[in-house]
């Protein structure tokens, strides 16, 4: 189950330990979402990105990386880069967005250091699914992935047998 949005500042304090999947959307300084017209309708929760953290970086190592980005064009995250150039695109055709916030939701999958190599193995197993999950829900309901994402991780397994699934498609024949 996914989290309340909140500040992309909490996550510095909040995430430190969890690992799981998270969202990152973009709202005005009243906490109100842009609306993001997608291919099928319009995304009222203004999702920017969906990701995944561990087990080798936490939730809050990989919201920090994107916020970096974002906001100092420092670290590596390719969505947060994407982020960045959709900004300044937006800060030359409307104004309105010059005061816009990022704010994050996640679903922890895991909490505290892990164990052992099997116990990592399954964890980083079920993060990728999850987002794959997460992604193909998004894909289902818009017909597109949120605007920084820029690859369908599992596109012709897992991504397509959820998809098949929401669909109530059978791969039978």
Same mark, same amino acid.
């Given at each position: 189950m996914w989290s309340s949005w909140q500040n992309i500042e909490?996550?510095?304090?909040?995430?430190?330990?969890?690992?799981?999947i998270y969202q990152i959307r973009i709202v005005g300084t009243?906490?109100?979402?842009?609306?993001?017209?997608?291919?099928?309708?319009?995304?009222?929760?203004?999702?920017?990105?969906?990701? %995944? =953290?561990?087990?080798?970086?936490?939730?809050?190592?990989?919201?920090?990386?994107?916020? @970096?980005? #974002?906001?100092? $064009?420092?670290?590596?995250?390719?969505?947060?880069?994407?982020?960045?150039?959709?900004?300044?695109?937006?800060?030359?055709?409307?104004?309105?967005?010059?005061?816009?916030?990022?704010?994050?939701?996640?679903?922890?999958?895991?909490?505290?250091?892990?164990?052992?190599?099997?116990?990592?193995?399954?964890?980083?197993?079920?993060?990728?699914?999850?987002?794959? %999950? =997460?992604?193909?829900?998004?894909?289902?309901?818009?017909?597109?992935?949120?605007?920084? @994402?820029? #690859?369908?991780? $599992?596109?012709?397994?897992?991504?397509?047998?959820?998809?098949?699934?929401?669909?109530?498609?059978s791969t039978k024949p």
């Amino acid at each position: 189950m996914w989290s309340s949005w909140q500040n992309i500042e909490r996550a510095k304090i909040e995430q430190r330990g969890h690992h799981g999947i998270y969202q990152i959307r973009i709202v005005g300084t009243d906490g109100i979402p842009y609306p993001i017209g997608r291919f099928i309708r319009v995304d009222e929760e203004g999702v920017l990105y969906i990701g %995944k =953290a561990g087990p080798s970086r936490t939730l809050a190592t990989r919201i920090r990386e994107f916020q @970096n980005v #974002s906001q100092f $064009g420092t670290a590596s995250h390719s969505g947060g880069e994407t982020y960045l150039l959709v900004y300044m695109n937006l800060m030359q055709s409307n104004p309105a967005y010059k005061n816009c916030k990022l704010q994050y939701r996640v679903m922890h999958l895991y909490a505290d250091k892990v164990s052992s190599m099997a116990s990592e193995d399954t964890l980083k197993h079920k993060i990728e699914e999850e987002e794959i %999950k =997460a992604l193909a829900d998004y894909f289902h309901k818009f017909g597109e992935l949120p605007p920084c @994402n820029s #690859s369908f991780p $599992g596109k012709f397994g897992t991504f397509s047998n959820r998809l098949q699934h929401l669909f109530g498609w059978s791969t039978k024949p």
